[in-house]
């Protein structure tokens, strides 16, 4: 323990050293007036522009400067090919930019003494853990909004996809090997961080939806977030999401996130998010009132993990709690993108030092538009100019992140006669029966395989919640297209069968990214 604290000492110091020798442009009183009205100016030209190329069906903009908001606007419409359009008050799904907004929540916790950042784990909720005693027992909230608990970042997304409900999920992470040795590494993890917030709120006796509001929507006046997908639904004035289908934009996906509501599950405003904002720059201070103290605010900010730079800006960018920090050319920032492959983007960036904020909110995925928006803001604030075309740098980063790993999963199982398909004619599948049965693991449950007329189905998840067919591709490999918000991205299903013609174990490739998708089978 005396080690972790002088650690922690250690990294402080260093945070105090970088920012006190990373460049600064300008203060918040020294940023001459007409720089910000003319970045401002331009801003909306750009936003205006990325709506009229088809880069977003619609987004959002919220800036503050000093305590003010200094530019609310919406721009395109909440449904592609749809007359609606929209506004400063149009409630997005805000995906991963709720973790700072669910940090700034414990914050608020930490600064009334309900729990620390330091707080066990094993203290908050003794029915947690992990796969190993040790990190089980040291576990803190600092560890998992740090993301550094050791948890694999894609433990409990797959869970969720079948529609496991958030305690389940939280239960079954115990069978999840971990990545790394504990606090030895980083590694992204939604539910690693829903663990944390769920945690640090159990000592209020109230669920962390309704603590969210108590603590920080409702003091902030945010009528229109919620960490309730039930909330967002009710909303008129609300985005649809967005994915790009034939080319074109298409809302065809609904996305629930409940499960990881700390994590991915906020819905807000343009409007709501300014006043978030306010509260961040100000230290804790809203409207002249503290609203959580300053000590509890600046741990989010600490810089605990190096993550590499910043793909276009270059600049140092570390992680801190449910919070990037990165020191860049324009010096320290502190910021968050979210992002839902069913169609949702979202980015926040602060500038501390100038008391400068803005947040972009929009209804697609694929696109950079957030990030792009957001740093030529900046060029246009710091520099009076604008370098490259940010938004276009951005938008190639996205397309290179994303786009080559549907195709090469097309590639892989594409239909004859490509070269990536089974020898020609295919290995012929054993009878149904040869497959058909219940299999199990700890992790994944029960999955049952059945014959349906000629095909076999897949079903998985509480009850059979999720039904997958399988086509036949080689021998006792079949595929299937498991992911809504991908829906040409095929996955393989693969059996083992033994001497006796039957099989013994089935592989989920979708429910495999942590060696956990094997199913022993266990009956007819």
Sequence with gaps: MRLDRNLHRWRMLAFI??????PKAASADTIPPDRIAAALAKLELLAEGAVADGAVPGLAIGVVHGDEVIFLKGFGHREAGKPRAVDADTVFQIASL????????????VSEG?????????????????????????LTVRDLFAHRSGLPGTAGDDLEDIGYDRAEILRRLRFVPPSSSFRAGYSYSNFGLTEGAVAAAKPTGKPWEEVAEEKLYRPLGMASTSSRHSDFIKHANRAELHAKIDGAWAAKVQRYPDAQA??????????DLSQWMRLVLGNGIYAGQTLIKADALDQMHVPLTARGKNPVSRGEAFYGLGWNVEFGRHGLIWGHAGAFSAGARSLVMLFPEEKLGIVVI?????????????DSFADLVFDGTLGKDKVKAWN????????????????????????????SPASPAGPASAYAGRYFNDFIGDAVVSGEGDALVLKVGPAGARSYSLKHFDRDLFVTFPDAETPDRPSAVSFAVGPDGEASTMTIDFLDDNHLGTLQRVGD
């Design 114 to 138: 309900i729990a620390s950042w330091d707080s066990k784990i094993a203290d908050l909720d003794p029915a947690f853990r992990l796969a190993a005693p040790y990190p089980t027992s040291e």
């Design 396 to 423: 190639d980063i996205y397309a290179g992140m994303f786009g080559p790993v549907v195709a090469a999963a097309k590639a892989t199982y594409a239909a004859p006669p490509s070269p990536a398909s089974p020898p």
């Design 262 to 271: 700390p994590a991915g599950g906020v819905s807000s405003t343009a409007r």
């Design 98 to 109: 709720s973790k700072p907004v669910s940090a700034t929540v414990v914050a608020a916790l």
């Design 17 to 22: 050293i970088v920012m006190v020798l990373s």
């Design 362 to 374: 929009a209804n697609a995925f694929p696109t950079g538009v957030p990030e792009g928006l957001s």
